[in-house]
Nanobody, 117 residues
Framework: QLQLVESGGGLVQPGGSLRLSCAAS????????MGWFRQAPGNQRDMVAV????????MYGDSVKGRFTISRDNAKNTVYLQMNSLKLEDTAVYYC??????????WGQGTQVTVSS
C-alpha cells in the first residue's frame, strides 16, 4: 500500500518561505498524477500544484501562481513544494496526493503551514 509522508510545515512570517517534502514508499515515476492540495478550516480541499505525467503538464492553483513551485526527485521518490512570498491566506494543512492512471489516489497525513506575524 502506497504511503505518502509530508514534512517541512511550520510557522512562518508573511513574505517568508518554506519547502514541503512528500516522500513516497514506492517509485513515483509511475504515478499519473502527483502533487499538493491544501485545506483551511471550514474550506474545501483545493489544488495547489500537481504534475500530470500523461501530458507532462504542471498545474498551479490561481492563488499560488508565481509564488509556489513544485518539483520532483525520482531517485528519492520525493516531491517538493517550494513556497515563497507566503501570505496569511496560505495558512492551511497541506496534503500530498498521488494516483496511478485510472485508480483511486492516496493522500498523506498532511502538514500544517501557518503564516502569521
Amino acid at each position: 500500500q502506497l504511503q505518502l509522508v509530508e514534512s517541512g510545515g511550520g510557522l512562518v512570517q508573511p513574505g517568508g518561505s518554506l519547502r514541503l517534502s512528500c516522500a513516497a514508499s514506492r517509485s513515483i515515476a509511475s504515478f499519473y498524477t502527483m502533487g499538493w492540495f491544501r485545506q483551511a478550516p471550514g474550506n474545501q480541499r483545493d489544488m495547489v500544484a500537481v504534475f500530470t505525467s500523461g501530458d507532462s503538464r504542471t498545474m498551479y492553483g490561481d492563488s499560488v501562481k508565481g509564488r509556489f513551485t513544485i518539483s520532483r526527485d525520482n531517485a528519492k521518490n520525493t516531491v517538493y513544494l517550494q513556497m515563497n512570498s507566503l501570505k496569511l491566506e496560505d495558512t492551511a494543512v497541506y496534503y500530498c496526493y498521488a494516483a496511478l492512471l485510472g485508480q483511486k489516489g492516496s493522500w498523506g497525513q498532511g502538514t500544517q503551514v501557518t503564516v502569521s506575524s
